[in-house]
């Protein structure tokens, strides 16, 4: 079975434009969560979606936004970018919403210049 | 405010010898307390995982151990290897409404295993 994939693996963009980062869950996971993580330091929860549907948030600016597809696939949205937006973005599936046990995918890149 | 620290913030042993890892946690209300490892840019792996009831937890070369008194865990990394280099993170989930878990990250500690 795939694990949690993510896309694209890297990503440039300039300061003020809008990205997409793409996830796609473990098959028969319902459950995806969002985190950025700053070099040299741990992840930040953005977002937690389930069932299409968002089970938490955060504390991130309504810059950040994320949807979740009936195929429980998920994108995170980040408009109006600026340079502090630039780190690892990973992805984590799980099968319910309140299950502790996520796996996490590989990341997307972001950086912003 | 939900707060994970971790130390040392950054550890270097050598190939063979055992180490461990303190996690210390201001989270509430507690659910669950898991250690990941993370190699240089990809993701998180889980290594163990444990709720309020559970006081140690192995896996392979790795043990986990939580005081829910005092608020603390530990990772013991045995016999460690070469491979075992990497970011090693704490994570305590708080339970929010709706069923879901609130994860609150630590800033990992670095350990580098010399040979």
């Known amino acids: 079975d795939a694990g949690v994939t993510q896309s694209p693996t890297h990503l440039i963009k300039t300061r003020g434009q809008q990205v997409t980062l793409r996830c796609s869950p473990i098959?028969?996971?319902?459950?995806v969560s969002w985190y950025q993580q700053v070099l040299g330091q741990g992840p930040q929860f953005i977002f937690q979606?389930?069932?299409?549907?968002?089970?938490g948030r955060g504390n991130f600016p309504d810059r950040f936004s994320a949807r979740q597809f009936p195929n429980y696939s998920s994108e995170l949205n980040v408009n109006a970018l600026l340079l502090g937006d630039s780190a690892l973005y990973l992805c984590?599936?799980?099968?319910?919403?309140?299950?502790?046990?996520?796996?996490f995918g590989p990341g997307t890149r972001l950086t912003v210049t | 405010k939900n707060q994970v620290e971790q130390s040392p913030q950054s550890l270097i042993i050598l190939e063979g010898k055992n180490c461990t890892l303190q996690c210390n946690y201001t989270v509430s209300p507690f659910s669950n307390l898991r250690w990941y490892k993370q190699d240089t840019g990809r993701g998180p792996v889980s290594l163990t995982i444990?709720?309020?009831?559970?006081n140690t937890k192995s896996n392979g070369r790795y043990t986990a151990t939580l005081d829910a008194d005092t608020k603390q865990s530990s990772l013991h990394i045995t016999a460690s290897q070469l491979s075992d280099s990497a970011s090693y993170i704490c994570?305590?989930?708080?339970?929010?409404?709706?069923?879901?878990?609130?994860?609150?990250f630590g800033r990992g500690t670095s350990l580098i295993v010399h040979p």
């Open positions: 444990m709720t309020f009831s559970e």
């Open positions: 994570v305590v989930s708080a339970r929010a409404s709706g069923g879901s878990y609130i994860p609150t």
């Open positions: 984590a599936s799980s099968s319910v919403a309140s299950s502790y046990e996520q796996y």
């Open positions: 098959s028969g996971h319902k459950s």
């Open positions: 979606y389930y069932e299409k549907e968002e089970r």
